[in-house]
């Protein structure tokens, strides 16, 4: 069966929108949902984190809230946590490789 055209086939300015960047890393804690971003700065590369908390609602349909009930926050804390983690772990190979 034939697939559509893929995104590959887009002219290169296209995919590099920042609506088409994806996460280098994504977790969940619970009913947080964490994205780690790569992005580019004057000083080079740098991480950053996201943190989402998402639900069904009655009607089935997933939504994203900004409140938090204690449960949450402690989802949230933990989450929180394993982000900067990852994002010191990455920070700390990065500056220990070796330049070219």
Known sequence: MPQPASR???PKDARS???SKKPVDKFQD???HVSIWENQGPKGAFRTASLELRYKDSQEQWQTGHSYTASD???L???ACEARSRIENWRHARA???AP
Do not use: F, K, N
């Open 8 to 10: 590959t086939q887009q």
């Open 17 to 19: 929108t920042s609506t």
């Open 30 to 32: 619970g009913p947080i």
């Open 73 to 75: 926050l402690r989802h």
């Open 77 to 79: 804390e933990t989450a």
């Open 96 to 98: 220990s490789v070796p």
